[in-house]
């Protein structure tokens, strides 16, 4: 498996838990990699090209200047932070990685996960960024995989994280992706939406065995056979109402029910902050579980995968 990541993913100098999280995860990663064999990789140059391309391409002028240039402040600074140069090479590098991870995965055998430490996506769209997102990663991931890759019927974006995916159901929408459904399950209300046709948005209120039934129960709902490729918001800030073991069986959940569907897949960060887990650290490690979580399904494909290989 092969996570992207590289130091402009923390580029801006606004340090936040969004802008500097990933840095620690990397340096999970990278101090396991004996042990785990999973391999962190910058994004090559060619889909840094692609991201800028298609962020200019999808995004209201407007915003796109102002994210390079600052000006004007308030639309350079919409997503929450003061705006630096910092924080146009974010947007670049976060969207590259994604958009390199779905080129490794698509048509592999048996399906296949990739990852990408990018986060602050899920509420921006393509007019201005909003609560500490960017640029939309998602759904400039899911309009490359379609457009100018190998998912030729539907994408499924699963985001789990603890606030609604609101800016990346106007995004879809203005864009006109009607290839791509989405399924949300939050337990927080900030950036809800009317969920329409194949989309589903679930605000869960009650406890952790509740949560992890309406996971299993909206797993299973879904028509697999209809998608080429999954992409999985994989947020960590259900916590603390659901823990972080609760956190890891969901994600276990997530990425087998991919595996069995024989679908590839290319997970991202979002969610999780120190105002609940108190340290970066413990931010890093519960990230780094959804790292591991997909890292055990790729071990349960290796002797599928090598039993039809030529």
């Known amino acids: 498996m092969t996570i992207y990541w590289d ?3 923390v ?19 990278m101090n396991s990699h004996e042990e785990t064999g999973i391999a962190l990789v910058a994004p090559k140059i060619e889909f840094l090209s692609k991201a800028e391309r298609l962020i200019g391409e999808l995004h209201h002028d407007n915003y796109v200047k102002a994210l390079q240039t600052g000006v004007p402040a308030e639309l350079a600074s919409s997503n929450g932070f003061k705006w630096d140069r910092g924080i146009w090479d974010m947007a670049v590098h976060s969207t590259a990685g994604i958009l390199n991870a779905i080129h490794d995965v698509e048509g592999r055998p048996f399906g296949s996960i990739n990852g990408s430490l990018s986060s602050g996506l899920h509420h921006a769209d393509n007019r201005n960024g909003m ?8 759904g400039i991931a899911a309009y490359y995989a379609h457009m100018e890759g190998h998912a ?11 606030h609604c995916g609101g800016g990346t ?35 869960h209120r009650g406890d952790e065995a509740g949560y992890l039934q309406e996971v299993w129960e909206l797993l299973d709902g879904v028509k697999w056979s209809d998608y080429d490729l999954v992409l999985y918001n994989a947020g960590i800030d259900p916590y603390p109402r ?4 609760g956190l890891a069986e969901r994600d276990e959940l997530v990425f087998n029910r991919i595996f069995q569907e024989t679908l590839p897949c290319v997970f991202v960060l979002a969610g999780g902050y120190t105002s609940s887990y108190g340290t970066m650290e413990e931010v890093a490690d519960t990230h780094f579980n959804t790292v591991l979580a997909s890292e055990r399904m790729l071990d349960l494909i290796k002797p599928f995968a090598s039993s039809v290989s030529p």
Do not use: P
């Open 242 to 245: 659901i823990s972080v073991n």
């Open 169 to 203: 159901m106007s995004f879809l929408t203005e864009v006109g992706m009607h290839w791509v459904d989405q399924i949300d399950l939050s337990t927080n209300a900030f950036d809800a939406y009317v969920a329409t046709g194949n989309h589903q948005l679930i605000i």
């Open 152 to 162: 030729k019927k539907r994408i499924l974006i699963i985001d789990f994280d603890a």
């Open 7 to 9: 130091n402009k993913y």
């Open 11 to 29: 580029a801006t100098e606004h340090a936040f838990d969004t802008t500097r999280k990933s840095e620690l995860v990397a340096d999970l990663i």
């Open 131 to 138: 609560g500490f997102c960017t640029v939309n990663g998602l």
